[in-house]
């Protein structure tokens, strides 16, 4: 089951989430997440963007990926952007993401709406959308 966002104790409080200044900001004090393009390494989706963390031996990895980009080839306007965990160590303990695979749900502006640890299933990633769209 998909979750809503979580705070995340070592996320920088600072920084404009339509500015790409290169690591993860919080906006307000309600602990909102926003990421960006410059943050993920791709563009964001125009409605919604399903970001995954994943790492190369990972078996659940693949098979969400596969989950992510099928849900991603059907509704218009949502992104797929995968991450490679090991290789993004300082956005992976910023986002205390603790296995893999782990996926967040951006809206469209990058503001985190959801996140799940573990392999989703599609119909759950599509009703997460529902909140992100």
Same mark, same amino acid.
């Given at each position: @089951? @998909? ?14 989430? =339509?500015?790409? $200044?290169? %690591? ?12 960006? +393009?410059?943050?993920?390494? +791709?563009?964001?989706?125009? %409605?919604?963007?399903? /970001?995954? !963390? $994943? $790492? *190369? !031996? ?7 990926? %596969?989950?992510? *980009?099928?849900?991603?080839? @059907? ?9 490679? =965990?090991? *290789?993004? &160590?300082? &956005? /992976? %303990?910023?986002?205390? #993401? ?9 809206? *469209?502006?990058?503001? #985190? ?12 990633? #599509?009703? +997460?959308?529902?909140? +992100?769209?």
């Amino acid at each position: @089951m @998909m979750r809503g966002p979580r705070r995340a104790g070592r996320v920088r409080r600072d920084g404009d989430p =339509a500015r790409g $200044s290169g %690591r993860v900001r919080v906006r307000g004090h309600d602990g909102e997440v926003w990421l960006g +393009a410059a943050e993920l390494g +791709a563009e964001l989706g125009e %409605r919604a963007t399903l /970001v995954q !963390f $994943s $790492s *190369a !031996f990972c078996q659940p990895c693949r098979a969400t990926r %596969r989950t992510l *980009a099928d849900v991603a080839g @059907m509704v218009p306007g949502v992104a797929h952007v995968e991450v490679d =965990a090991e *290789a993004r &160590l300082e &956005l /992976v %303990r910023g986002l205390d #993401i603790q296995r893999t695979p782990t996926v967040l749900v951006l809206d *469209a502006a990058g503001r #985190i709406v959801r996140r799940a640890a573990g392999q989703p299933r599609k119909a759950d990633v #599509i009703a +997460a959308l529902g909140e +992100a769209v």
